[in-house]
């Protein structure tokens, strides 16, 4: 599949200065906006944020390849556990991150690359794939917060102390956390009502923002390469 390789054809593909200009820039801006989304946290797991660093990665999935977009989350994560001294999350929240952008970037690139061959444009393939990687990372990530993922932050944050299962945090939860208004998933005496009601709202409209502020910069990019490749010729 063409994204596993190097992209040759996009507007870095054949300057090797500016490839590596518009990948440090790209770079860059993954942190500024991880750095700004990092005051917009939940109280009761504070590695789910409104973090939107995902955006210039996917970029760089279409500008240049996967291996260079995973380059980026893999810098990203090492930088962001360097500068963090926020206890648990500093390492938790990262790891958590490149797990669910490595499934996002994996599924953009799966469809695209099996739709491109097809006779469907590539305006289409996009939307196309957009809404199937966002459909199984709001899936994704709703489920292993419902099962796991915030029950393992609160045991290491030393909160809760029992076995990380769904049934036993639920029973915590609903002992501990139900009636506190002020955190996040409160007013559900439920923890399963409570996790897909609070978490799968979020991870729709988090993941829903991310593609859709990511479609026109990617059309962009594209509608671009494609004139410059024309011009060439």
Same mark, same amino acid.
């Given at each position: ?45 504070? *590695?789910?944020?409104?973090?939107? $660093? %995902? @955006?210039?990665?996917?970029? =760089? ?7 260079? !977009? &995973? ?35 994996? *599924?953009?690139?799966?469809?695209? $690359? %099996? @739709?491109?061959?097809?006779? =469907? ?7 196309? !794939? &957009? ?103």
């Amino acid at each position: 599949m063409k994204f596993f390789k190097a992209n040759k054809n996009t507007y870095v593909g054949g300057n090797a200065s500016l490839k590596i200009t518009m990948l440090g820039l790209l770079f860059a801006l993954t942190l500024v906006i991880q750095y700004i989304t990092q005051w917009f946290e939940w109280p009761m797991a504070n *590695f789910l944020k409104f973090d939107f $660093s %995902l @955006l210039p990665i996917i970029i =760089i999935l279409f500008l240049y390849d996967f291996f260079a !977009a &995973l380059l980026i989350l893999v810098i990203r994560l090492a930088f962001e556990i360097m500068l963090s001294h926020d206890g648990v999350a500093f390492w938790y929240g990262p790891l958590m991150q490149i797990q669910v952008a490595f499934i996002m970037l994996f *599924f953009i690139m799966l469809v695209y $690359s %099996l @739709l491109s061959k097809t006779k =469907i444009t590539n305006g289409k393939a996009l939307i196309i !794939a &957009l809404i199937i990687a966002t459909s199984i990372e709001v899936m994704y990530a709703t489920m292993s917060n419902w099962l796991w993922s915030v029950a393992a932050y609160q045991k290491l944050r030393g909160l809760y102390h029992g076995p990380i299962d769904v049934t036993s945090f639920a029973t915590w939860y609903k002992n501990t956390l139900s009636d506190k208004p002020y955190i996040p998933t409160g007013g559900f005496p439920n923890w399963h009502i409570a996790a897909w009601t609070t978490f799968g709202t979020f991870n729709t409209i988090k993941f829903t923002a991310v593609s859709v502020l990511a479609f026109p910069v990617i059309r962009f990019v594209h509608i671009h390469a494609t004139s410059e490749r024309m011009n060439v010729r």
